[in-house]
T-cell receptor, first 114, second 113 residues
Framework: AQSVTQLGSHVSVSEGALVLLRCNYS??????LFWYVQYPNQGLQLLLK??????LVKGINGFEAEFKKSETSFHLTKPSAHMSDAAEYFC????????????FGTGTSLTVIP | EPEVTQTPSHQVTQMGQEVILRCVPI?????FYWYRQILGQKVEFLVS????????KSEIFDDQFSVERPDGSNFTLKIRSTKLEDSAMYFC???????????FGPGTRLLVL
């Protein structure tokens, strides 16, 4: 079975500082991993995904994530936070062989301090 | 860019009433999903649908829930007799043949009074 753990339900960073949002997964088969962002009162927007190609994945808005199998992690980073990055971020995992349901983490709320 | 759309954006209903949430998936997608997000909690899988039948469902998706693809474009979620605890944001998602990435709609916020 799949599961996702996001450490830190709330993260605050200063504008211009490094953003690091943590995601660890559990999967019995090779996983597909995703980061979605949710702005207030909006739906889920795909930031980036890992589907067994390059382990360092670049996404939209300057975000990237690195798949580390040995650590079962898929942490999301951005070198320099922008005020517009303030949102809820969700990590999700699905099974690569069935590609069916997604399992989401509990989310991390990112606050950017001016 | 094609996107998943959902209607209505908000719905308020009385406990015990039936509600139908509507979704229009991306046109060439084959797999359709419903998820829900109770306020302050994580997004939870409800059901997946392929080839006009349910392919997988969670424990949440009990007999009060049903899904249908009534025509070539719509995908609906029906809750027969709503309960207070059904209050949540409901997201529809769809994916193509590769089933790698699920594209989510903007959600329907359901409030049961």
């Amino acid at each position: 079975a799949q599961s996702v753990t996001q450490l830190g339900s709330h993260v605050s960073v200063s504008e211009g500082a490094l953003v690091l949002l943590r995601c660890n997964y559990s999967s019995s088969v090779p996983p597909y991993l995703f980061w979605y962002v949710q702005y207030p009162n909006q739906g889920l927007q795909l930031l980036l995904k890992y589907t067994s190609a390059a382990t360092l994945v670049k996404g939209i808005n300057g975000f990237e994530a690195e798949f580390k199998k040995s650590e079962t992690s898929f942490h999301l980073t951005k070198p320099s936070a922008h005020m517009s990055d303030a949102a809820e971020y969700f990590c999700a995992v699905s099974e690569s062989d069935t590609g069916n349901q997604f399992y989401f983490g509990t989310g991390t709320s990112l606050t950017v301090i001016p | 860019e094609p996107e998943v759309t959902q209607t209505p954006s908000h719905q308020v209903t009385q406990m015990g009433q039936e509600v139908i949430l509507r979704c229009v998936p991306i046109s060439n997608h084959l797999y359709f999903y419903w998820y829900r997000q109770i306020l302050g909690q994580k997004v939870e899988f409800l059901v997946s649908f392929y080839n006009n039948e349910i392919s997988e469902k969670s424990e949440i998706f009990d007999d009060q829930f049903s899904v249908e693809r009534p025509d070539g474009s719509n995908f609906t979620l029906k809750i027969r007799s709503t309960k207070l605890e059904d209050s949540a944001m409901y997201f529809c998602a769809s994916t193509g043949g590769g089933r790698e990435t699920q594209y989510f709609g903007p959600g329907t916020r359901l409030l049961v009074l």
